[in-house]
Nanobody
Framework: QVQLVESGGGLVQPGGSLKLSCRVS????????MGWYRQAPGKERELVTY????????RYADSVSGRFTISRDDAENTVYLQMDNLKPEDTAVYYC???????WGQGTQVTVSS
């Protein structure tokens, strides 16, 4: 059974940092392209970043490039998102997902506000 559990969100001031975790069960994260998505209130869900299987190549949306870092721990079967220099426009629910299927976790809320 596939399960994704995101955690690590919270309330942070602009310029602060958070590290999100996505623990996966039911498949190995290093055999799929794994992405972090976010959905802000009133907006569509968007892909923020992804990491490829095997080689671990990473790509970022322009809005987060240079501030966010995706990584993967194969032993823990977990994908991480380090978010630095957070901005109010980063406020959203963050989800992780592989590149196929439609299995989503519950997401984790990130709120950037002073």
């Amino acid at each position: 059974q596939v399960q994704l559990v995101e955690s690590g969100g919270g309330l942070v001031q602009p310029g602060g940092s958070l590290k999100l975790s996505c623990r996966v069960s039911g498949y190995n994260v290093n055999t799929f392209i794994m992405g972090w998505y976010r959905q802000a209130p009133g907006k569509e869900r968007e892909l923020v970043t992804y990491i490829t299987n095997f080689s671990g190549i990473t790509r970022y949306a322009d809005s987060v490039s240079g501030r966010f870092t995706i990584s993967r721990d194969d032993a823990e079967n977990t994908v991480y998102l380090q978010m630095d220099n957070l901005k109010p426009e980063d406020t959203a629910v963050y989800y992780c997902k592989r590149n196929i299927g439609n299995d989503w976790g519950q997401g984790t809320q990130v709120t950037v506000s002073s």
